[in-house]
């Protein structure tokens, strides 16, 4: 408190502890003097140099660096004896709240459950192997290839003149060739074929 007559003087400053001026802050010339700043929580005043640098005045040298991390706890002491036991309330007569409901069990197993199904049975023989259909109409004649190249004459021979004949087998159907050339050609459906022209037909029910 100012005495009585007086003129209190404020300088620029901080209570905050660690708070420092920049020195944008504080002014010094040297035509109106040096401007100061005081930290009142530090203890510590600051003015800048003539070189733009904030300098400081007390407090014990540089400024307060950062609180450091806490220490770890230390153990936990031993528990202490337990006092005596307090003198014995006087009995209520007002009833405690009533306890919550338990929950409901679960049911029991319903009697009217059907049993579990029984096994399947064997399955039955398999019934007897029914008709053959009919056979499906025969396919359309295929186009008659061009004629085979003539075969060497052979050697006329005595008697008789008879062609050396070979059978083959092609697709099921028997094919006739004389000297290495096709001349007939007998179909599964028991059609007969020369050179192109049906001359005849075999029933092979009847065979």
Do not use: H
């Amino acid at each position: 408190m100012a005495q009585s007559g007086t003129t209190p003087i404020f300088l620029y400053g901080s209570v905050t502890p660690g708070a420092e001026p920049q020195a944008s802050n504080l002014e010094t010339s040297s035509t109106r003097g040096v401007e100061i700043a005081v930290n009142a929580a530090d203890g510590v005043i600051y003015y800048k140099d003539t070189n733009g640098v904030v300098q400081r005045i007390g407090g014990g040298g540089g400024s307060q660096g950062p609180q450091g991390p806490q220490g770890e706890t230390g153990p936990q002491g031993p528990q202490g004896e337990t006092g005596p036991a307090g003198p014995k309330g006087a009995d209520s007569t007002v009833a405690g709240p009533q306890g919550p409901q338990g929950e409901t069990g679960p049911s029991g197993a319903d009697s009217t459950v059907a049993g579990p199904a029984g096994p399947q049975g064997e399955a039955g023989p398999q019934g007897p192997k029914g008709a053959d259909g009919a056979q499906g109409p025969a396919g359309a004649q295929g186009e008659t290839g061009p004629a085979g190249p003539q075969g060497e004459t052979g050697p006329a021979g005595g008697g008789a003149n008879y062609a050396p004949w070979e059978i083959t087998v092609d697709g099921g159907s028997l094919l006739f060739s004389v000297y290495g050339a096709k001349v007939a050609r007998l179909d599964n459906d028991g059609t007969f074929r020369t050179r192109g022209n049906v001359i005849g037909f075999f029933d092979f029910e009847g065979v």
